[in-house]
């Protein structure tokens, strides 16, 4: 029987893509889902992967009645994940972080067993500093991660990518949008949730950008009421585009966000990119991703409270322009580590083969 592994990732395709991407390295594996109902995970999983769902949300900044209810939530499900751990006979566990990480991990210290956790942000989330001494080894997507996890055993391995990404522009499917071969192309990626900020910019520059002779596609996400505003021959509005490894090899410019799954994307594929971090997020996690591609040369970084529409339209207007996007394209392609799957996959090996 081969062994098996309980896989914790949820929420966004920030968690999910990596898990995914090293569960298809992982075929010597009896593997399993822990998820959340209702999150991305019970659409973006493949069937194969029997799912296991939990209710379990993250903490608040601010202590209150809801602390009580959210805590209460985690006891429950601790003791659930505890349950599924020992029935099921697993191995081990493997978690890429966020909330759903503290119940997955905690069950299996309590348990003794292996837990691998993967954290992709160069600034290392809550639950990753909180809980990563009680895991067997943190795997990490930046080496800069390392000073923030002084209690806990990190190995650098880089994030993995969907399997898409490390295919050849040859073997990938044709692009279906009609954009001609030497158009110039922008990409607008907000990141699996969009971002309504960048979009309204996006849609104010475009028209200087259409007259320079740029395509756009541009992925509004799905909570945009303003998506289909703008139409143009040489505009896509599109909620979410599944060819996106196709799409990002196309394309001249990225204008995106700096979460770390999109970054080893824009990496993998030697795409420069205009980066506006989410402002909101944790920490401000994501300008922390995006400077350490800025200042290899291989992004522009722009607080999203800094840039106007104005600053916007002339920055894509000089690079479309100037000759330093392959110097961007050679410093992004410096970032990729394109094995980090299988390096992963094999750290999880080692780590588990105590426990078969």
């Known amino acids: 029987m081969p062994p098996k592994l309980l896989i914790a990732a949820s929420g966004t395709g920030g968690h999910l893509f990596p898990a995914i991407a090293t569960a298809a390295e992982l075929s010597d594996y009896q593997l ?4 959340v109902p209702d999150r991305l995970e019970t659409q973006l999983v493949p069937d194969c ?16 009645l809801g602390t009580l209810r959210v ?31 503290a119940p997955a991990i905690l069950a299996a210290r309590s348990l003794g067993l292996p837990t691998v956790l993967h954290e992709s942000n160069a600034l290392p ?6 809980l990563s001494p009680l895991c067997s080894t943190v795997a ?51 990141g699996s949730q969009g971002a309504v900020a960048v979009n309204s910019l996006v849609r104010q520059c475009a028209a200087a950008w259409f007259a320079a002779g740029a395509w756009v596609v541009h992925l509004t996400g799905e909570s945009d009421p303003e998506a289909k505003q703008l139409a143009h021959p040489q505009y896509f509005p599109l909620p979410f585009y599944d060819n996106m490894a196709a799409l990002l090899q196309r394309a001249t410019l990225a204008i995106s966000r700096a979460g770390a799954g999109t970054l080893t994307e824009l990496a993998v594929t ?13 920490e401000d996690h994501q300008t922390v991703n995006a400077q350490i591609f800025a200042s290899t040369g291989a992004a522009k970084l722009f607080q999203q409270a800094d840039l106007t529409a104005t ?6 207007l000089d690079l479309l322009r100037s000759p330093h996007l392959a110097e961007m394209s050679e410093a992004m392609a410096d970032l990729a580590l394109t094995d980090s799957a299988s390096r992963l996959a094999q750290l999880i090996r080692t780590v588990t083969s105590s426990s078969t």
């Open 32 to 35: 399993e889902w822990l998820g």
């Open 49 to 64: 992967y029997p799912m296991h769902t939990i209710d379990v949300e993250g903490f608040q900044q601010r202590l209150g």
């Open 71 to 101: 805590l209460g939530k985690l006891a429950s499900a601790v003791w659930q994940v505890r349950q599924l751990l020992r029935q099921g006979q697993f191995h081990g566990v493997f978690t890429t972080g966020g909330y759903i990480a």
């Open 125 to 130: 989330g809550k639950v990753t500093r909180l």
């Open 140 to 190: 990490l997507g930046f080496e800069a991660a390392t000073p923030y996890l002084p209690r806990a055993k990190t190995v650098w391995v880089g994030t993995p990518v969907r399997p898409q990404f490390l295919v050849s522009a040859t073997d990938l499917p044709p692009l279906n949008l009609p954009i001609p071969a030497d158009a110039p192309l922008i990409v607008v990626v907000g």
């Open 270 to 282: 030697h795409l420069p990119a205009i980066l506006i971090p989410y402002p909101f997020a944790a």
């Open 311 to 316: 600053r916007l339209e002339t920055e894509v």
